[in-house]
């Protein structure tokens, strides 16, 4: 899995806001599957939507869970925060937050469905990204996520360049590695519920991937 030093990760993390400061203004679809459709959120659920963009998703998923649920979105970019605030003005059973998605500022099991659409592969630990799915999840929770992966591991120049981790390509990872990040946090019942066919970009070939995990339920006292 890539390994970055600080100053690495902080010139990609300022790529990244600097590419989504730009792209909250506009209209264009920020995803790379249909992460929230196939977790398909029932009446009453919590639902925490990470890199929740413009607010699309969160307000669809408000509407699937009812004035007795309620949608969480939560972006590392202030500017999508304050376009998805601004969007979801409208609906009481919604929130937006600004944080890291290997640091998100809510409690432990605050949520039975956490999805995410085409974030995780900017996050330069993507293991600490599920170590936090999993502890932001309820016991028996589901999580289903969209993302992009890489064919093979990626050259170094592209795994060093800021630009290509913000075009959505340079911290993809191939998906075995993928994978046993999201079993490393503890997370069960892993299936691969979508493949696209794989696709160059930047001279490299990437593809994208939908899973789901659970949180595993929790053990009955005796």
């Known amino acids: 899995m890539t390994t970055l030093d600080d100053a690495s990760a902080g010139s990609i993390g300022q790529a990244v806001a600097a590419r989504y400061t730009g792209l909250a203004a ?13 977790a398909a959120p029932c009446r009453g659920e919590r639902l925490i939507d990470l890199g929740c963009g413009r607010g699309g998703d969160l307000l669809r998923a408000a509407a699937l ?6 949608a969480t979105g939560v972006d590392a970019t202030p500017r999508m925060v304050e376009a998805a605030s601004q969007r979801t003005a409208g609906a009481g059973n919604v929130s937006v937050l600004l944080g890291d998605l290997a640091a ?7 949520a039975e469905v956490v999805v995410s659409n085409c974030a995780i592969n900017h996050a330069t630990d993507k293991a600490a990204v599920y170590r936090e799915v999993a502890r932001l999840l309820a016991p028996g929770g ?3 996520v969209s993302d992009v992966i890489s064919e093979a591991v990626l050259p170094e120049a592209v795994r060093s360049d800021p630009a290509a981790w913000a075009a959505c390509y340079g ?29 160059e970009k930047g001279g490299v070939r990437i593809l994208s991937l939908t899973i789901e995990a659970r949180r595993p339920p929790a053990t009955p006292e005796r």
Not at 104 to 110: E, H
């Open 104 to 110: 998100v500022p809510l409690p432990d099991g605050c």
């Open 142 to 144: 589901r999580a289903v």
């Open 65 to 70: 869970v009812g004035p007795g649920g309620h």
């Open 171 to 199: 911290g993809a990872i191939p998906e075995s590695d993928y994978l046993a990040a999201v079993s490393a946090a503890g997370l069960t019942g892993l299936r691969v519920l979508k493949r696209s066919a794989p696709y």
């Open 26 to 38: 506009g209209t264009g679809s920020l995803s790379c599957g249909g992460a929230l459709d196939l």
